[in-house]
């Protein structure tokens, strides 16, 4: 085909006309929003993905994950076995008046890390559960508020049913916790002993002691060294 032809031919197809300005905004703005979606997308993908994972678990489980001797079925047990031999004292059982018991505090003397007072506060648990009246158990954590109160209702800035006397303690009960541990390489050893006694509150004469042994192996990972 000659070049006047090509021409011809080429000048008698119909040329693309040029979009209007507001089209192609259009379309640009289009574009962005996709984009925007598609960002939210993955990021909620992302945070689906990092997201931790929470499983129910058994209290008396051991928690073998977990370094250390004092698992949560140690807690309940020692707690538990305490109670139960506090309430058998002569002195509880056989008493004309139930005894007036205070707590004092137990003194964690072990590396574990555990708040020792939550030991005490479970074993008051224990034993306001089980010991059938036997026992009446003073609040001394808030003394000072009760303090308080009376003598507002002294001083009649409050009302008052009736002037009740605050109780004495018979008996004291106080605690304490200790460990040994050794290691070698990534084997470790962990022996633990909970001891809980009952003083007298008159005497200062020890009543009752009872302890709680616990002796661990184990074997840390590679990233828990």
Do not use: H
């Not at 006309?17 to 192609?24: G, L």
């Not at 931790?52 to 928690?63: I, P, Q």
């Not at 808030?142 to 009649?156: A, C, F, P, V």
């Not at 084997?187 to 009752?208: K, N, P």
């Amino acid at each position: 085909m000659s070049e006047a032809i090509l021409l011809a031919v080429r000048r008698g197809r119909p040329q693309p006309q040029p979009q209007s300005q507001p089209q192609r905004g259009r379309r640009g703005r289009r574009g962005r929003r996709a984009g925007a979606l598609c960002l939210l997308v993955a990021a909620w993908a992302l945070l689906g993905g990092c997201a931790g994972e929470t499983a129910r678990m058994d209290l008396d489980s051991e928690d073998d994950a977990l370094l250390g001797a004092m698992s949560s079925k140690d807690f309940r047990s020692v707690c538990f076995q305490m109670a139960q031999s506090l309430i058998r004292l002569p002195q509880i059982q056989r008493a004309a008046n139930p005894p007036t018991l205070a707590f004092t505090e137990v003194v964690n003397a072990s590396d574990e890390l555990f708040s020792a007072d939550d030991l005490l506060y479970k074993i008051r648990t224990e034993l306001v559960k089980n010991c059938g009246g036997k026992i009446v158990f003073l609040d001394r954590d808030i003394i000072d508020q009760i303090r308080s109160e009376r003598r507002d209702k002294d001083l009649g800035k409050v009302t008052a049913s009736g002037a009740a006397p605050v109780y004495g303690a018979d008996f004291f009960l106080s605690g304490r916790v200790e460990s040994i541990r050794r290691s070698r390489g990534r084997t470790q050893t962990q022996y633990m002993r909970l001891s809980v006694r009952l003083t007298d509150a008159s005497s200062s004469a020890i009543i009752w002691e009872d302890d709680y042994e616990l002796k661990k192996l184990v074997r840390a990972g590679v990233y828990d060294r």
